[in-house]
């Protein structure tokens, strides 16, 4: 079918929050993007996002011993339970509480989840769907505070977790005659992790004032074998923590990463990989790799310790993303956002090639030479700037004699003549992309200007002044017709053949006119097409939501016979 569209790929950030995990060969590594999870294969060099959704952010993931199945829980609490080799959901299932961590046993068996200051176990659903995949086995109580941390022994049998409340608990899977829950106390900060030694006779704890215990069992006691602090001046604390095997990794406040050998907590390494704080960090099963996720500037890093280097290494945009554009082979997709970088991702693999940062201000608006190694963007901080996509530089930079801040750009088909609309001066400016001398000032606009296209020769512009000009840019006669239309533009786009173009308004309507006679077309009514209900926490009602609703992109297919139009 023409509109059987399935979900491919997400580009545009590898990393917001949440934990991340390595698969059993240590060759995929699965991150939380958002409401989806995305799976970066290091072996082939390519990542995919699985089919699925939660309602908010995923908060915490956690995939079963023989990797099929992975569990997946929003900020909310509300799960989906996903098979990963088939990518279709088994189940949704609602834990009710915020979930601050998730763990299977390694025998598959079940589920750890916390729950406030509880702990629940679940029994781990099957492969299959069924009436109720999830039955809760047993609810340890006992904290007083929020758990953090869980954590399970080898043998399935024990868990240890760890609490706000500066406490670590032992706890046992099934019950044991004569024995009784252990609480470890001497934190004197919110434990971040705590894990069992290879002989479940050690326990090994981690708090956020840079304390690193081990415990041991003396004459049935668990008593403290050995402690280590963290010594790091200006009140850096521990965000993270993971520990696998003969290795502990602690991820610190400053960006910094520092790796212990265990048990005898000797500092192996030291590595500043972030300029914010590390967020996430994680031990492949095979103790090869490293992976850190950092939150603030979304961030995603695997690193081999042994020869110490990356593996992978993508950061997504750190603020809101603003723009986009696809090249004309569709094999890249560039990106601008807030942060004011210019991102170029294979639309093939997923991943980044090329950041540039030249621009000191947001980027409003990205476009691709006809040719395809050229790329131009437009930005807040009053420059137009063309990037070489050969040699990676940015080689062109084309200003105004008046500070103004640019809102769109783009170019002829012969790529020689560049154009950008303003959004303070309500202007266009024509440069040559080959000298970057400035050619000409357009003025006519009475508000900024939202989109501009070069077709038949001709620049087309669309303003908030409730007007589409086509100006004669190589002649220099200035503007040759006006259009007016009954509410603001927001977006404009010409067909293939270069015979009609769209323009999309404040009013929700989508007019099309003939290129030539400035004839109307027809008109597309979208108010009620944009009306998608009220979220559950806005504040806007959905009548007031639905006056106040446009399209705000445009963009025709290939023949020119179906348009797509985006809020």
């Known amino acids: 079918m023409k509109f059987s569209y399935q979900f491919s790929n997400l580009c545009g950030t590898v990393y917001k929050a949440g934990n991340l995990l390595f698969s059993g060969d240590s060759t995929k590594l699965y991150s939380p993007v958002g409401n989806r999870v995305s799976i970066f294969d290091m072996k082939g060099s390519k990542t995919v996002t699985l089919p699925f959704e939660t309602r908010k952010d995923v908060a915490v993931i956690t ?25 279709v959901i088994l189940a949704r299932h609602s834990f009710k ?21 509880h702990v629940q176990l679940w029994a781990a659903p099957s492969a299959s769907k069924e009436f109720t995949p999830f039955t809760l086995v047993r609810t340890y109580p006992g904290q007083y505070d929020e758990v953090s941390t869980i954590s399970w022994s080898e043998c399935s049998q024990y868990l240890v977790c760890g609490s706000v409340d500066m406490t670590v608990k032992v706890l046992s899977r099934e019950p044991i005659e004569g024995w009784t829950p252990t609480t470890l106390t001497g934190h004197k900060r919110a434990v971040i992790g705590a894990w069992f030694g290879p002989d479940s006779e050690t326990v090994f704890s981690v708090s956020a004032d840079g304390g690193i215990f081990k415990w041991g069992k003396v004459d049935t006691k668990w008593r403290i074998a050995e402690k280590k602090f963290v010594g790091q001046p200006g009140g850096v604390s521990i965000a993270c923590a993971d520990l696998r095997g003969a290795l502990l990794v602690v991820g610190l406040s400053n960006g910094q990463f520092i790796m212990y050998d265990v048990p005898e907590c000797d500092q192996i390494h030291t590595l500043s990989i972030s300029q914010r704080e590390i967020s996430a960090v994680t031990i492949s099963p095979s103790g090869e790799l490293l992976s850190f996720g950092c939150q603030g500037h979304g961030q ?110 783009t170019c002829d088909q012969s790529g020689e003549v560049v154009a950008a609309g303003t959004t303070d001066t309500f202007q266009i400016c024509t440069w040559s992309l080959q ?31 409730k007007s589409v000009r086509v100006w004669d840019t190589f002649q220099c006669k200035g503007t040759t017709d006006t259009l007016t239309l009954s509410s603001d533009c927001t977006a404009l786009a010409v067909a293939p053949d270069q015979g ?43 009548k007031s939501q639905k006056r106040n609703r446009c399209f705000t992109s445009l963009s025709y297919n290939s023949d020119g016979s179906l348009i797509l139009a985006g809020e």
Not at 511 to 533: C, N, P, Q, S
């Open 500 to 542: 009609s173009v769209a323009v999309a308004t404040l009013n929700s309507e989508i007019t099309f006119y003939l290129l030539k006679t400035g004839v109307t077309m027809g008109t597309i009514e979208g108010r009620d097409d944009l009306w998608a209900g009220r979220s559950v926490d806005e504040q806007i009602s959905a």
């Open 300 to 409: 995603l890093l695997v690193w081999e310790w042994r020869s110490e280097s990356y593996v992978l290494k993508q950061q997504g945009h750190s603020a809101l993303m603003r723009c986009l554009s696809h090249s004309p082979d569709s094999l890249s997709i560039a990106t601008g956002g807030d942060d004011g970088k210019v991102k170029v991702w294979s639309s093939e693999t997923g991943f980044c090639y090329v950041t540039f940062n030249e621009h000191t201000a947001a980027v409003s608006d990205v476009h691709f030479k006809t040719s395809g190694n050229v790329l131009l963007s437009a930005s807040l901080d009053g420059t137009v700037r063309a990037f070489d996509l050969y040699r990676y530089r940015n080689f062109r930079t084309m200003t105004c004699p008046t500070p103004v801040q640019y809102s769109c750009v």
């Open 63 to 87: 995939i079963s011993p023989c990797g099929s199945l992975l569990l997946a829980i929003d900020v909310e609490g509300k799960g989906v339970l996903v098979n990963t080799r088939k990518r």
């Open 97 to 117: 509480h915020p979930v601050k961590a998730a763990v299977y046993s390694p025998d598959g068996t079940h589920i750890a989840v916390s729950q406030g200051k």
């Open 435 to 465: 000298t970057g001398r400035l050619l000409e000032m357009l003025s006519g606009h009475g508000g900024p200007v939202t989109s501009c296209v070069f077709a038949e020769g001709m620049l087309i512009s669309c303003s908030w002044d």
